[in-house]
């Protein structure tokens, strides 16, 4: 519906099409299906080697035909992971950093729309493992690859979390202070969901841009952007957060309402390759539309709060994973 009205009356976010990107290297998890396969899509037009990291074999196999359809030549590719199992993390982000010359985009986009609470394969509340702390651990696995492209290849590598205005409704109490505090039963799903998205934002801002970006005086640039509400097959699971009508009514309005999966793409698009973050020093920012920069909630703008949840993301992963489970945020590869 949004698409339609976009056409009529020019409203809606503006597009963002990608052009010489050859020699770029991206990596898009959920890359795939949804609004990363078409982020995937767009830099692999425009020249870009493009990995998708999906759990499913054959939304892979889809992605690669749709794209090989539109441009022949395009470098795309596929692996499989499960962002809610660290120990499956760590293999093949590692391996990614290990096999490939370089790393441009970094583009977060998986994850687990609002639903009911469970555990992942670590026995950590799935939001948070999925839509966060596997990315979060995918980052910190891929940190060399992406400072050596900044130091030794002379690119400005980007990371764009997909964040979301739904930040806002994070629980009120959340304090990134044990993962019991994480796994709890109580919280409904657009709670859970939403502690997701404000974590993001608080990683790309202050643990990301405020912290290691900082500290290693490095030229990587880290955002966090909002897509809008957008017509995917994630939307379905409003029904399976809320039974019963309200449920389906939530379904029937986003997908009748939201923006189309392209259009969703490009805040993410934007941040990936708009010469204005670099120019402005916005590293860190949160962008509500291509050029738009968001208003985030008090909770995204505690920087206590980012620090609590950049020590908690490395203690739960020395826990689940190993004390050499982390590799040294000042490493280069």
Known sequence: MQSVLQSITGLGPTPVHPSNLDGKVAIVTGGALGIGFEVSRALANAGCRVIMVNRKEEQGDDAISTIKSESPNAQV????????????????????????????????SAGINTNQYGLDADGIDRHFGVNFLGHFYAVNQLWPLLRK????????????????????????????ASLEEINDEKLGPTELYARTKLAMILFAKYGLAGKVIKENGD??????????????AMQQQWKDAYPGITGKLLTWAMLSFGRDVEQGSYS??????????????????????????????????????????FDLSEMIIKEKVGEDALVDWKECA
């Open 77 to 108: 590719e596929w692996k499989g992971c499960d962002l809610g199992s660290l120990k499956e993390v760590r293999e093949v982000f590692s391996d990614l950093r290990n096999s490939l010359d370089r790393l441009d985009y970094l583009v977060l």
């Open 149 to 176: 492209t900044d130091k030794e290849l002379g690119g400005k590598p980007r990371v764009v979390f997909e964040a979301s205005e739904m930040h806002r409704g994070a629980p009120k109490n959340v304090h990134f």
């Open 219 to 232: 030229g990587i640039i880290a955002v966090s952007v909002h897509p809008g509400a957008v017509n995917t």
């Open 268 to 309: 993410a698009l934007w941040a990936l390759t708009s010469p204005k973050i670099e120019e402005e020093n916005m590293n860190g920012w949160y962008f509500n539309d291509p050029d738009t920069p968001g208003k985030e909630s008090a909770q995204a703008s505690d920087e206590k709060l980012g620090t609590a949840l």
